[in-house]
């Protein structure tokens, strides 16, 4: 495994959202496996179904090991109604290269007490289909 070690007083050389983030003294990254720089997450629908949710779902390990597993209620909440609700704004199909339905596509747009915003969420789903096929007990 090749690591390599940050200097003192070195500053990261990886944008973070437009910020430069100082690295801390004893700074150690394992460098084996990353994408490289300047890499870009854009896998097309029938790329996230087949390469992610459905080995997620069937409890295969992910193509990129990379991705940090956490409780989903580490992360989000139950806002309060008062605040706002996420609303479905558009439901589709997805289909592979065969034209085989392979998941559906759910868009969620939050609206606040003072109107629609710019917080979105795509949903994945897959088909009652694919449960039942592979004998999958959804939790």
């Not at 747009?109 to 994945?124: A, N, P």
Request: hydrophobic residues 35%; neutral net charge; glycine residues 4%.
């Amino acid at each position: 495994m090749a690591m390599v070690e940050v200097e003192k007083n070195y500053e990261d050389v990886h944008q973070n959202w437009g910020h430069r983030i100082p690295v801390e003294e004893d700074y150690c990254h394992d460098w084996h496996n990353q994408p490289p720089v300047g890499f870009r997450f854009l896998p097309t629908p029938e790329e996230l179904v087949k390469q992610y949710l459905i080995k997620k779902v069937l409890g295969n390990p992910l193509p990129v090991s990379d991705f940090l597993e956490v409780e989903e209620a580490e992360f989000y909440t139950t806002p309060p109604m008062s605040c706002g609700s996420w609303k479905l704004r558009k439901t589709r199909e997805i289909f592979d290269t065969m034209g085989n339905k392979i998941a559906f596509k759910f868009c969620f747009v939050y609206y606040s007490k003072l109107g629609k915003t710019h917080w979105r969420i795509d949903e994945f789903r897959l088909p009652a289909e694919f449960y039942k096929y592979f004998k999958v007990k959804v939790r």
